[in-house]
């Protein structure tokens, strides 16, 4: 079997302690560089106006305690689905994942908006976003995922 | 040290098999899940347009042995500008990510359009894209990336 193991570049700092559902797009996060990596590594990103980042939802359970196919958020009015046509956090190798609005760039740090992860969350990757990287085509999603973003970002 | 390990999801199966640069739009891709998941992990998966997956550069050099701040593809007309202000596949971590458009899911594989991934790429995650994760202002970027982008998708 092949593992990769990974190390976190940097942490969340914001005032975000618990994994609410809703609510996220004002909250304004740092992600500060692990001293591994020399403050160089965030040169130019603040000449892009979002970036990617990859985290791991570090507080949930297990994935052996929870089931790969199911209701969003456990509502029942919406189709059982399978865990990778979910977003949600309890998910295999538990890889969290947003793009985000790019503050500020102060040394070893990036302020971000609209990051939906808690104060200490583990960073793993931070992208840029280049506009050809997005889809090219018209996005097409059931109407389940609308219900469900309704006051996610509010 | 906090150290995270994680396991593939599956595997790319295509015909590109070198890490070429670009020429990357046309490329089909199947995902095939990895047998501890259970085929039901995709389903609903076909009434989303698109996806994101994450997976691991496995042929890439250790971090140790490239510079966290560079020329994009060496090209000294472009500004030097530190790795997470770029896409590029030598990174700490060794993560990358990019949105695939979704042809169609047969068991358990998801045939995608897009993924810029060699041939035998493990795969750590799929996400459905959902509009509202996608960035809600207008997106700024250096004119080098657009130059870097131009033959990419070709």
């Known amino acids: 079997m092949f593992n ?14 618990s994994l609410d ?11 500060r560089l692990d001293d591994f990596l020399p403050e160089e590594s965030l040169d130019g990103i603040e000449t892009f106006s979002h970036a990617e980042i990859i985290f791991t939802f570090d507080q949930v359970a297990d994935e052996k305690e929870f089931s790969l196919s ?14 990778f046509a979910q977003r949600n956090k309890d998910r295999p190798n538990h890889l969290g994942l947003t793009i985000v609005s790019i503050v500020k760039r102060e040394g ?12 200490n969350t583990p960073v793993l990757d931070i992208k840029p976003v280049f506009a050809e990287f997005l889809p090219r085509e ?4 059931p109407e389940w995922s609308h219900e469900l973003m309704k006051d996610y970002w509010d």
């Open 108 to 119: 070893r740090s990036l302020l971000v908006k609209g990051l939906d992860a808690v104060n």
């Open 138 to 141: 018209t996005i097409r999603q």
């Open 70 to 83: 199911r209701h969003p958020r456990g509502n029942k009015d919406w189709p059982k689905v399978g865990i």
């Open 21 to 31: 559902d809703d609510n996220w797009g004002s909250v304004v996060s740092e992600i």
């Open 4 to 17: 990769l193991t990974l190390r976190p570049i940097g942490y969340v700092h914001n005032a975000r302690l």
